[in-house]
């Protein structure tokens, strides 16, 4: 069996953070503590202001072990609400970011 990883596809992200409360709730995080957390990215250049929202998974993130093992979908990608999270073989997502920009890999060991 193949390295498992999370596709975060950034453009369609709306920084609505449920991915962050689902993974709190999953794991019973105490405040402070986050398994995934949004960062918010601006970008300035002349008149023009570009706002990215970035998920980014922390060392806390072991991909739902509990879950996947159960047959379900890890917390952040079952309730996020743009569908922009997927997780899978590192082989097939890395495909998909070969026809998408705007992605981003997270791959713990
Ligand atoms: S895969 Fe699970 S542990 Fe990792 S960020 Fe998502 S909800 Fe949290
Ligand atoms: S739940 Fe999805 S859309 Fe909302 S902040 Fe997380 S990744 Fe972005």
């Known amino acids: 069996?193949?390295?498992k990883g999370l596709f975060i596809d950034y453009e369609y992200c709306t920084g609505c953070h449920t991915?962050?409360?689902a993974c709190k709730q999953e794991n019973n995080y105490p405040a402070g503590r986050w398994g995934i957390k949004?960062?918010?990215?601006?970008?300035?250049?002349?008149?023009k202001v570009e706002i990215n929202y970035l998920p980014f998974p922390t060392e806390l993130c072991n991909l739902c072990a509990a879950r996947i093992?159960?047959?379900?979908l890890p917390a952040c990608v079952k309730?996020?609400?743009a569908s922009c999270m997927?997780?899978?073989?590192?082989?097939?997502?890395?495909?998909?970011?070969?026809?998408k920009a705007k992605t981003v890999l997270f791959a713990p060991k």
């Open 86 to 99: 997927k997780y899978g073989d590192l082989t097939d997502l890395v495909q998909a970011m070969e026809h």
């Open 79 to 81: 309730h996020c609400q």
């Open 1 to 3: 069996m193949g390295r």
């Open 38 to 47: 949004v960062n918010e990215i601006i970008l300035e250049s002349f008149n």
């Open 69 to 72: 093992k159960g047959g379900e």
């Open 19 to 21: 991915c962050e409360v």
